[in-house]
């Protein structure tokens, strides 16, 4: 971003933090009906920044302990050898799934100099060491990891994603007892519409300017024991956005097959997060009749502390983004079935989505939902051809998730020394009676909700998720804003509003879902 701005530096996850509350406190919060519902929905998702800036700074502490540690071995590496070793970590990351831990690559630059200066480190007065002097690659202006601190970065993480996980069940709660709040009165931003517009297209420029100007991170081969996922999308870099990740840290291409990566993975980040806002303002705009609903959750979703850290995480904004199109074309039960398709083959996680969908369209519209997911998920299974025949089963049990629950290789509150992973079982099977029990309740499903819903069950994926479970927002948090703001939508049933014949004209349908 200072290639575009002069002197402009990305500010601090925590200076976000700051400055983001008091923005959506002004614009948002209902000063005239003080106990509202908007208002607390409002705390609800503030809560969500304390347990993010704790496992992010968790992580940073651990990244600058291992940068310390990387510098020291890396001077008596130089010594000996003549090559560098440069660290290469991020906080917050899905190349680095276990306390942003990293690995070392070598290369084949700037030997002498580097060996000259550690050697000046090494053999100096002594009244420094080289594991306390700012690290290569560090330029976040943090001090050093010291014991003295008193504060252990792997305990700061744990309680982090305590605390998300908190704030995650108050959404859960929220979202569950929604269908339930008849009354919706209208409450707009404290902005006019282009006072919204100005706020939200500034903050899409710059946060899209992050991701352009971000140095990509090597992506590590995944596997089974990093949990379902699509290969091929395995294969992107990761985009940090954050200042932790300097240029020089970035990813050093090796041949041509990897130099047009991190272009691809720019262009998909920011195709991604434009879907995402387009997708809610039109959900505003064709589905709530009020453009301005869909520009103020637009906005409110860049405005959160989240989107700042994980504009260029592809794992987290790319199936966010099919799943809000998704919603965007429930009208279309073909084009939103392609769509949930796509987004469950790339992440797995949308595939328990699929009871809430089916319950929707059940009386309009099944078959075609069917056929769309069906031809996704059969397309991205043969994509996986192309990384070859000897490689395919086993990138088609990482897409589906084919194995029994893991035990290990665990991240986040069930990473090894915290919870006993045998207590995630009981959290996974009420996790799949929560989705299935999507099928009977509530009787009658309009499209208020198919949107809490989706936003329930995202939501709840994330307490027995194995790889950081709580900081996948993107999945739930389009949804929890397009619930906050949302109308009354009694009336936006599927054999209402779906185009096409029924799917299924052999079954009575109740006259509670004809008389809408």
Request: hydrophobic share 50%; glycine share 10%.
């Amino acid at each position: 971003m200072s290639h575009l701005l002069l002197y402009y530096q990305r500010p601090e996850p925590a200076t976000w933090v700051f400055l983001s509350s008091f923005l959506l406190l002004s614009v948002y919060f209902v000063f005239h009906r003080f106990f509202s519902i908007r208002n607390l929905d409002i705390v609800l998702l503030l809560l969500l920044a304390p347990g993010l800036m704790m496992v992010y700074e968790g992580r940073r502490m651990l990244l600058s302990k291992d940068r310390q540690v990387a510098s020291t071995g890396l001077a008596h590496h130089s010594l000996s050898t003549g090559k560098v070793l440069a660290p290469h970590v991020s906080p917050l990351n899905r190349s680095t799934p276990s306390h942003g831990q990293g690995h070392l690559v070598a290369i084949e630059q700037l030997k002498l100099p580097f060996a000259a200066v550690a050697q000046e480190s090494l053999l100096g007065d002594g009244s420094q060491s080289l594991g306390s002097r700012a690290t290569p690659g560090d330029k976040s202006g943090y001090p050093a990891m010291d014991k003295a601190q008193g504060v252990s970065p792997e305990s700061l993480e744990f309680y982090g994603f305590i605390a998300l996980l908190v704030a995650c069940l108050l959404l859960l709660i929220r979202m569950l007892v929604d269908p339930a709040l008849v009354r919706r009165p209208l409450l707009t931003p404290n902005l006019s519409i282009g006072g919204l517009s100005f706020i939200g297209g500034s903050l899409f420029l710059f946060l899209m300017a992050n991701v352009i100007t971000s140095s990509p991170l090597e992506q590590q081969e995944r596997g089974p024991a990093l949990g379902p996922g699509y290969a091929l999308l395995n294969m992107l870099p990761d985009l940090p956005t954050t200042p932790d990740v300097e240029q020089e840290d970035g990813l050093s291409p090796q041949n041509a097959s990897e130099r047009w990566l991190p272009n691809i993975a720019r262009i998909l980040a920011i195709l991604s997060n434009l879907a995402i806002v387009f997708g809610i303002v039109g959900v505003g705009y064709w589905h709530f009749d009020n453009v301005k609903t869909g520009i103020g959750c637009a906005v409110m979703y860049l405005l959160l502390p989240y989107t700042a850290q994980m504009t260029g995480n592809l794992e987290h904004i790319l199936p966010a983004a099919l799943l809000v199109l998704g919603l965007l074309a429930y009208r279309q039960p073909l084009i939103s079935g392609m769509l949930l398709g796509l987004a469950a083959g790339l992440v797995y996680y949308p595939l328990f989505l699929l009871p809430l969908w089916v319950s929707f369209y059940w009386y309009r519209g099944l078959k075609r939902l069917v056929m769309g997911v069906a031809a996704s998920l059969l397309l991205l299974s043969g994509l996986l051809l192309l990384q070859g025949t000897e490689a395919f089963f086993d990138h088609l049990r990482w897409m589906y998730g084919l194995w029994l629950p893991r035990m290990e290789g665990l991240v986040g509150v069930w990473g090894p020394g915290r919870f006993q992973p045998d207590y995630r079982l009981p959290v996974l099977v009420a996790f799949i009676l929560l989705a299935g029990s999507f099928v009977f309740w509530p009787p009658r499903k309009n499209l208020g909700t198919l949107i809490c819903g989706t936003a329930a069950v995202m939501l709840a994926a994330q307490f027995w998720h194995g790889n950081g479970g709580g900081l996948f927002m993107a999945w739930f948090l389009p949804f929890v804003m397009l619930t906050i703001f949302r109308p009354n939508l009694d009336d936006r049933i599927a054999i209402q509003v779906v185009r096409g014949p029924r799917s299924t004209p052999s079954v009575s349908i109740p006259q509670r879902d004809v008389a809408a």
